[in-house]
């Protein structure tokens, strides 16, 4: 059996699972977006924080889904320093949407959702990814995920829209102010990541009900925009993978009924899915 290495990379880390036989070794790195980073970068990157944790075993294949891959030249980006780290591998790259559809659904039919860092959304007929809604990125869109949540948050700090026990209960947790954040957001590398860490404040403090209008309305948002407009969404399982929609499960399942869709699998990540989907 052929040694494997799968990558599951979003904006903020990539989790890869090094298969051999029966046994697998799970590894972390940071992400490794194109979006973000050039060749030379992510090749670096995989370098110093990969190499050494394979601890001299070469993969023979490598299947690597990652966020910003749904483009040809991003692809050829991601492919080319790949194989300047692993140069007698066969290395696979596709979208992390795709890696979220076969680790959902493996071979069945079914809406698949991201909602992590980002969010994304397909139509999956087992095979392939039919359908997609159009992914406009964390300033125009991805609605429902960390960094949308994470935006709505600082703005209700900023506008002081916050009662006055959530205002002191921000200031606590993150010890900022407008200056830092209008700095972190507009001047300064990853401002999604920086979003996104936001978002802990809602988790932190569920059962107030400005934090719970924020998730549903932001949920709401996802809903109506991407999963609705799916058709094959009224009859067949939406499923969900990433931290945001297994921290928020329990809206999730709410938010799947007020919307008459049946809810199908929550997970927190997709490695296992795709471990799966893979070794058979």
Known sequence: MATLLIADSGSTKTEWCLLKGKTK????????????????????????????????????????????????????????????????????????????????????????CILGTGSNSCYYNGKRIVKNSPGLGYILGDEGSGAYLGKKVIQYFLYNTFDPDLMDRFRASFHTNSDEILTAVYKNPLPNRYL??????????????MIENIIEDGFNDFFFNHVYKYRESWTLPVHFTGS????????????????????????RKPMDGLIHFHSK
């Not at 190499?51 to 080319?80: A, D």
């Not at 996104?196 to 009900?209: C, D, M, Q, T, W």
């Not at 499960?249 to 809810?263: F, K, P």
């Open 25 to 112: 070794k799970t590894l972390l790195t940071q992400g490794l977006s194109p979006y973000f980073l050039n060749t030379d970068q992510i090749t670096g990157i995989m370098l110093q924080e990969l190499k050494p944790q394979l601890s001299g075993t070469e993969p023979e294949e490598i299947f690597f889904y990652g966020t910003g891959c749904s483009n040809v030249e991003n692809v050829r980006l991601v492919k080319k320093a790949i194989q300047q780290v692993f140069r007698l591998a066969h290395v696979y790259v596709d979208h992390d949407l795709m890696g979220a559809a076969r680790a959902l659904c493996g071979h069945d039919k079914g809406v698949a």
């Open 196 to 209: 996104a860490s936001f978002a802990i404040f809602l988790v932190e403090n569920r059962g107030h009900y």
């Open 244 to 267: 945001i929609a297994y921290g928020f499960r329990d809206v999730l399942n709410e938010m799947c009924s007020s919307y008459e869709l049946q809810l199908g699998k929550v997970i």
